[in-house]
């Protein structure tokens, strides 16, 4: 698996609200992510991070700026660079072996069937090859969109607040597994969460960025070795900074 | 006692039904009346189920065979015609620009109105009962088929698109899988439409059921025929419809559809 430097240049956008007035979305984003980083888009809700994943995704386009990837300029969807939604992103009418082979039609039977095999496998998915969706748990449900995603090989994931509507166990572990599975594979991913300690325990850096219009705030470092865990003091550290960029206290 | 009471309350309300109407038609209540009695209807299938002589099947079945043939090709025009355009219509934001103020204009038009239409455009009993049908049936088709496909959330074409799909691929493998619950549905009450309006089509035509009604009143005035010929009506629409039923638990179907108990 390859991984894309992506670069992205004073992008700005805004949408025409009911009554004709202009809200600006994002409003004039630069920062860069190098090839196999993982970076966090943390912020509220409303903050453009999902605008901007889009716009990164192809799916949308800028009203300004510039985006590259490795470069070259981006034009559209590619399935180098791939979307995992938060829900819904997998085909209900497909079983879970007919979703993750969704993207390889390009390849022969046996290609196929191999890394159906192997991705099955390697998210945990055996014994539900022949499930449809709505048979499987929300984790298993990402589970089966990751393999999807990842099926493919793609140079870049961009997730979408992946896990925002899993409950908080499930939650916890697929974040472990998200990451074992970056450590391993070291594709570049963009990931948008407005949780705190999800930021933390996956990202490189972290880029904060505040509401209406979207601006990025700041771009936090993570400098901590994975398998990362609550409660260190460099994880505090960054944790209360991060706080702080927020807007919130640190006591509940 | 769920099974027991699923075949004992239909039955004795039935049976009670029957009771009621016999008395009723057979003038118990004081008033006389020109309704048949169950009894009578039963008696009026004797004639029709008569086979004329120099002929194979029964005159009922002639008849019936005529009117199923006619729902079966009209529909199944209606079906092919109305699911790709239906497709497109929804797909393409131009094509509905276009072309969705003609659907809107059309669709409300009673199928029966056109029954003059297809009286000067065809001169067989059969094309002409068969547009009909046809008519009946497509715009329901077209205009759900077109709904559905405008439904369909927005994440599974991006899905698709991420994945490099474009034209014809992209309808076969996300736009038509994902409308179909929603397609099949419409289906079923298109193939009721059909039906009703078969039996009207064919009232100014030579055979099939709605002719076997209207040519009872000619035989002077022969409820027990026309009564009859509704409740066979009626059970073959019924068939239809549970046929139908059963394409709504496949599989490729069956998942839109929200999980009963």
């Known amino acids: 698996m390859g991984n894309s430097r992506l670069e992205v240049h004073g992008v700005s956008k805004s949408f025409v609200q009911r009554g004709g007035a202009l809200l600006d979305v994002l409003s004039n984003i630069d920062f860069t992510i190098e090839a196999g980083e993982f970076v966090c888009l943390l912020g509220p809700s409303g903050c453009g991070k999902s605008t901007l994943l889009s716009i990164l995704g192809g799916f949308e386009t800028a009203d300004a700026g510039r985006i590259s990837i490795d470069g070259e300029p981006l034009c559209g969807p590619d399935p180098r660079r791939v979307f995992v939604f938060q829900e819904y992103g997998i085909f209900p009418w497909l079983s879970v072996n007919e979703n993750i082979e969704f993207g390889l039609h390009r390849l022969n039977t046996d290609e196929r069937r191999r890394r159906v095999a192997h991705w099955v496998g390697a998210t945990g998915l055996g014994g539900f090859e022949n499930a449809l969706p709505a048979e499987l748990s929300g984790g298993m449900r990402q589970r089966v969109a990751l393999a999807r995603s990842l099926a493919v090989e793609p140079d870049v994931l961009f997730m979408d607040e992946p896990l925002g509507a899993l409950d908080s166990l499930t939650r916890q572990k697929m974040r472990s597994e998200i990451s074992a599975l970056w450590q391993r594979l070291r594709p570049t991913v963009l990931f948008v969460t407005h949780d705190v300690d999800e930021a933390l325990l996956l990202a490189d850096r972290i880029v904060v960025m505040t509401a209406r219009p979207g601006r990025i705030q700041e771009i936090v470092s993570v400098p901590i070795a994975h398998p990362r865990r609550f409660g260190e003091p460099e994880y505090v550290a960054i944790k209360r900074r991060l706080y702080r960029l927020l807007g919130l206290g640190d006591e509940v | ?261």
Request: aromatic share 10%; proline share 6%.
């Open chain 2, 1 to 261: 006692m769920k099974r027991f009471e699923r075949v004992l309350l239909p039955f004795s309300a039935a049976t009670g039904l029957i009771v009621l109407w016999s008395f009723w038609a057979s003038g118990g209540s004081g008033a006389a009346t020109d309704f048949p009695t169950p009894l009578e209807i039963l008696r009026g299938y004797r004639h029709l189920l008569e086979t004329a002589p120099g002929e194979h099947s029964p005159r009922l079945v002639q008849h019936v065979v005529a009117s199923l043939f006619r729902t079966t090709f009209g529909f199944l025009a209606a079906v092919l015609l109305g699911i790709p355009v239906g497709l497109w219509l929804g797909w393409s934001a131009r094509a509905h620009m276009a072309w969705d103020w003609l659907v809107q204009m059309l669709r409300p038009i009673s199928a029966i109105a056109w029954i003059p239409i297809a009286i000067m455009v065809f001169h067989g009993d059969e094309l002409r009962s068969v547009m009909v049908i046809f008519i009946a049936a497509f715009f329901p088709i077209l205009v759900s088929t077109s709904a559905a496909v405008r439904s369909i959330p927005t994440m599974y074409i991006r899905a698709a698109r991420n994945f490099g799909l474009r034209g014809l691929p992209m309808m076969q493998r996300v736009v038509l899988p994902a409308a179909l619950p929603q397609i099949v549905l419409y289906l079923r009450i298109s193939a009721a439409i059909s039906w009703i309006v078969v039996v009207a089509a064919e009232m100014v035509g030579q055979n099939g059921l709605g002719w076997l009604i209207t040519d009872a009143r000619y035989q002077g005035a022969r409820t027990d025929l026309v009564v009859g010929t509704m409740i066979v009506i009626g059970l073959i629409g019924w068939g239809i419809d549970v046929l139908l039923r059963r394409l709504e638990k496949h599989p490729r179907v069956s998942w839109g559809y929200p999980q009963r108990g």
